[in-house]
């Protein structure tokens, strides 16, 4: 069974940094698209960033733009979100998922794209 585990959440002060993992078991995500959302107390899940399967293009959503870096190791099966500057705005949980990346018929910024997705981790900014 495969199985997407995220890790690197906690707590920090504004202004920080904290880098995330999104480690997959039981399947190699060497050609899985993979994406980041969170979703915040009260408000709907949100697209955070994506990577493709071959590295090709990553995608972020305009409020992470220049602060957050999405970037993947398959040797490790692992991908990772780089978050700098955090703000009080990014507190939420943060959950990966993935999705064929050779058969996407969804953009990956849309969560459709996505049939894996793992249970999540919580950053909290402290302001």
């Known amino acids: 069974q495969v199985q997407l585990v995220e890790s690197g959440g906690g707590l920090v002060q504004a202004g920080g940094s904290l880098r995330l993992s999104c480690a997959a078991s039981g399947r190699t995500l060497i050609t899985y698209d993979v994406g980041w959302f969170r979703q915040a107390p009260g408000k709907e899940r949100e697209f955070v960033a994506s990577?493709?399967?071959?590295?090709?293009?990553?995608d972020y959503a305009e409020s992470v733009k220049g602060r957050f870096t999405i970037s993947r190791d398959n040797a490790k099966n692992t991908v990772y979100l780089q978050m700098n500057t955090l703000n009080s705005e990014d507190t939420a949980v943060y959950f990966c998922a993935a999705g064929p990346g050779l058969w996407r018929t969804t953009e990956p910024t849309n969560s459709d794209a996505y049939d894996l997705w793992g249970q999540g981790t919580q950053v909290t900014v402290s302001s």
């Open positions: 990577i493709t399967w071959n590295s090709g293009r990553a």
